[in-house]
């Protein structure tokens, strides 16, 4: 008895998230190379694919909240609408391509990342804090580090 669908190396959690799916989220993210090695006798015949890993897109470097949707280009559902995917699913398709790991991506982000710090220089501050930011006004209410959580509820208070 066969456990997974056919043409599938996965238990799929949704049908049209298949191989060629996450195939697809890699090269859009240029995050991979995938080149098809074909039988010389039956060219219309994969034997292999050849999966180079190019680049690694951390969630800071994302653009955008990891759960909101990017669309897929290039692929199309059962029904002819565009495919999405999340940062999440970018994850997932190194697990489900590459057969690399949470742990192992983890360990790469943060290489990446240690590197991409070390290219560029280093703010003043905290990143949370008013000098850090580029609107910066120290006359501007707004911009107050500290502020007495009690002066909404005072009456006699402009």
Request: some cysteine; charged content about 25%.
């Amino acid at each position: 008895m066969e456990v997974l669908p056919e043409g599938w190396h996965f238990l799929p959690k949704h049908p049209e998230k298949n191989i060629k799916y996450y195939r697809h989220i890699l090269i859009q993210e240029g995050s991979a190379k995938v080149e098809d090695i074909m039988n010389k006798e039956d060219p219309s015949v994969v034997l292999y694919h050849k999966f180079n890993i190019t680049s690694f897109v951390s969630c800071r470097d994302w653009g955008q909240h990891p759960s909101l949707l990017k669309t897929l280009t290039g692929l199309k559902s059962f029904t002819g609408s565009d495919l999405h995917y999340s940062y999440y699913d970018y994850i997932n398709a190194f697990e489900k391509i590459a057969g690399k790991s949470s742990k192992e991506l983890k360990d790469l982000a943060q290489q990446l990342l240690l590197q991409s710090e070390e290219l560029q220089p280093q703010e003043k501050g905290s990143p949370a804090s008013s000098e850090a930011s580029a609107n910066f006004d120290p006359n501007d209410p707004l911009f107050q580090d500290s502020q007495d959580p009690n002066d909404a509820y005072r009456l006699d208070s402009d």
